[in-house]
């Protein structure tokens, strides 16, 4: 059974940085893609970054400010979040798929975490 919790998220100050951390437990992350997409109030969900074997992709608007990497031992997924704006202000979600292609829309995503908080002040 795939779990993915979320944490990290928090309230931040433009400019500040935050890291996230997705912990997962029944997948391996050399079959699995992993994704990060963040959900704001009124809109829809929205692509943050990709990763699977060696290819990560990054959406435009977080590209050069955002990093996903991850710790094999601990079975976790890290998105380390600099220079922060308060367009970034959203609940982002961690997911996960049976694949070896990075993947950029979340209907194609099977499991999801519960989501963490991120707000980012002016």
């Known amino acids: 059974q795939v779990q993915l919790v979320e944490s990290g998220g928090g309230l931040v100050q433009a400019g500040g940085s935050l890291r996230l951390s997705c912990a997962a437990s029944?997948?391996?992350?050399?079959?699995?893609?992993m994704g990060w997409f963040r959900q704001a109030p009124g809109k829809d969900r929205e692509f943050v970054v990709s990763w699977s074997g060696s290819t990560t992709r990054y959406s435009d608007s977080v590209k050069g400010r955002f990093t996903i990497s991850r710790d094999n031992r601990e079975n976790t997924v890290y998105l380390q979040m600099n220079s922060l704006k308060p367009e970034d202000t959203a609940v982002y979600y961690c997911a996960g798929k049976f694949s070896s292609a990075v993947r950029f829309n979340p209907s194609e995503y099977d499991y999801w975490g519960q989501g963490t908080q991120v707000t980012v002040s002016s």
């Open positions: 029944g997948l391996s992350f050399s079959t699995y893609t």
